[in-house]
């Protein structure tokens, strides 16, 4: 199924109905039409800030984030391409090289944060064996709970805590 998605969002991704019912559409980024993806893809570039306006609103709240997590599944099937799940992307006009996310203009110029997250340390790169979203739950335990989100759901806990 996913395949055959696929196939159709190269013949008509951009399409304003297709971008209107289909999800992966608005996720769809052609290295071969990017002035197309930037002008008619209704989510990714505007929350990317791929425009030529940049909303300072979607940068300042990644900024306050304490960490921004990404985990890449190195067997990824249904993200392509894989490094697309840490920023990294095809080269415009092709689908063989990729541009790690550090030598991208979204990075370079900040568009996001990305980059101010990751001079400051709160950006975090990781990886897991395995496809899309396919984790145990021993890791994401022991790796995103324990991990990142323990000590804000213990403030969270110690705020409503203080409340009562």
Not at 21 to 34: G, I, K, S, T
Not at 59 to 77: A, G, H, P, R, W
Request: hydrophobic share 40%.
């Amino acid at each position: 199924m996913c395949n055959y998605v696929r196939e159709l969002l190269d013949i008509g991704a951009y399409n304003e109905w297709v971008q209107s019912f289909l999800v992966q559409a608005e996720y769809w980024h052609d290295p071969f039409n990017e002035e197309e993806y930037i002008s008619d893809c209704v989510f990714m570039p505007d929350i990317n800030n791929y425009g030529p306006t940049k909303n300072a609103t979607y940068k300042e709240n990644l900024i306050s984030l304490n960490k921004f997590v990404m985990v890449k599944f190195t067997l990824d099937t249904m993200v392509q391409p894989i490094d697309s799940e840490w920023f990294g992307f095809y080269i415009p006009g092709q689908d063989d090289e990729i541009l790690p996310l550090q030598q991208s203009a979204i990075y370079t110029e900040d568009w996001i944060g990305l980059q101010t997250l990751d001079n400051s340390s709160r950006l975090e790169f990781l990886s897991v064996v395995g496809d899309h979203l396919q984790f145990t739950d021993q890791w994401f335990n022991d790796t995103i709970i324990f991990g990142y989100l323990n000590n804000t759901i213990m403030d969270v806990a110690t705020k409503i805590k203080s409340h009562f």
